[in-house]
């Protein structure tokens, strides 16, 4: 497995490390983080103390307390592995296990849609990182196998909602299918790994616009293969750039070039990276859709920057020592403002931040907290503390 971990270049973080070392105590916001998930845990327990692992954290409502609960057996639930994967992260295995153990079945059933990806590597990807376990393994790759039956070879990527083809009038992808392919590079498996350089070559040659900024979706003829056209689901219109989306693009990138070591996905990373940082406001936290006539007052998505936070600082091991000094001030600075009393959750409500948006066109998930802007908040301080670690080590 090429964890993020055993990638790490020496010369970059030490000198990127330098810019926001005083300002940002990961140790800190890592104790915060923990206190909330202790408060999670209590508020999912019954009256009798007991968890239904059936059911899973997915947002809490903006002015709400409680967490809306999900049941992990609905076909369209694609946040399942993220709660789970916070507990690994934070250290609760046993709570973790229970959780995971509930989406085993995902993997041995057709596959519903790309999402899968999503819950397996929250679930049982983390818990292998953990725990090394065997069947941990045997379950990621069954799951990549049948993510894998997603694959179209004429058209080169794998298709991201079977129940949609209709809508969109072809074979669909969605720029978050990127994040998913972690799943079929870490099945070792050539077929795999081949699907996956596959739909991100593809990808990068039809999914972006010329200046580096992404579509939601690509549709393409499932037949001929041929690009048919792009536009947007989640995104506030065709031709805007949807934060997220562009967030999936730059962690996916860089994951892609931590498995391949291709230089063409590491340069495309980086492209992106700019297109992303370049229209950010000051805080560093993007608006939901940068295209949004509303700005200034449109919404944040405080989980955009927190996959960007954590792609950052990978990618910053990556490039060349400027580069990464600058790429760590970013990721620092945005986890600063997520840090901060504006965007951190603390005593109104159990998870970690405020201000996401999930589905602003179905009008679902505004400004609230939201499970996966917490996952990767919480990837995000644990890769710079890991960075720190080595770094004192020197
Ligand atoms: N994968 C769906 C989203 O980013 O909202």
């Known amino acids: 497995m090429k964890s993020f971990s055993v990638c790490l270049s020496a010369l970059g973080f030490c000198l990127g490390l330098v810019g926001h070392a005083q300002q940002l105590d990961v140790d800190v916001q890592l104790d915060y983080c923990h206190r909330q998930v202790q408060r999670s845990l209590v508020q999912l327990r019954d009256a009798a103390g007991k968890i239904d692992y059936t059911v899973t954290p997915r947002c809490v409502e903006a002015g709400e307390e409680h967490w809306t609960l999900r049941s992990v057996k609905t076909p369209e639930e694609w946040c399942a592995g993220f709660f789970p994967g916070i507990l690994w992260m934070d250290g609760d295995s046993a709570e973790a296990r229970r959780y995971t153990q509930e989406l085993e079945y995902l993997a041995y059933r057709p596959v519903y849609d790309h999402d899968l990806g999503f819950i397996m590597i929250g ?3 983390k818990g292998w990182e953990v725990t090394h376990d065997a069947h941990y393994k045997e379950v990621l790759l069954a799951a990549a196998d049948s993510l894998a039956t997603l ?8 298709l991201s909602w079977p129940r949609n083809v209709q809508m969109f009038g072809g074979h669909n992808t969605i720029m978050d299918n990127m994040m998913n392919l972690e799943l079929l590079f870490f099945s070792g498996k050539k077929e795999n790994y081949d699907i996956a350089v596959s739909h ?14 992404s579509n939601h979706v690509a549709v ?9 056209y792009n536009c947007t689901h989640q995104g506030f219109g065709d031709n805007t750039l949807w934060s997220r989306g562009q967030a999936w693009a730059i962690y996916g990138y860089t994951m892609v070039y931590r498995y391949t070591r291709e230089r063409r996905f590491l340069d495309f990373a980086q492209k992106v990276t700019e297109a992303y940082l370049s229209r950010l406001p000051e805080d560093g936290i993007p608006w939901w859709d940068m295209g949004d006539p509303m700005i200034p007052h449109s919404f944040r998505d405080a989980s955009a920057g927190a996959v960007v936070a954590s792609a950052l600082v990978e990618l910053s091991q990556y490039v060349d020592a400027a580069t990464s000094h600058r790429y760590l001030n970013e990721a620092e600075a945005m986890l600063l403002t997520l840090s901060s009393p504006a965007y951190q959750s603390r005593e109104k409500n159990p998870a970690f931040l405020l201000h996401s948006v999930g589905n602003m066109p179905a009008g679902t998930e505004v400004d609230a907290s939201i499970i996966y802007a917490d996952y990767y908040y919480l990837e995000a301080l644990l890769r710079l503390k890991e960075l720190q670690h080595k770094t004192t080590k020197r």
């Open 220 to 228: 393409y003829d499932p037949q001929t293969g041929r690009h048919l």
């Open 200 to 213: 991100a070559d593809t990808t990068m040659r039809y999914h972006f616009r010329p200046d580096y900024t």
């Open 123 to 125: 679930s049982y990807l």
């Open 151 to 158: 694959f179209n070879p004429r058209v080169g990527t794998l």
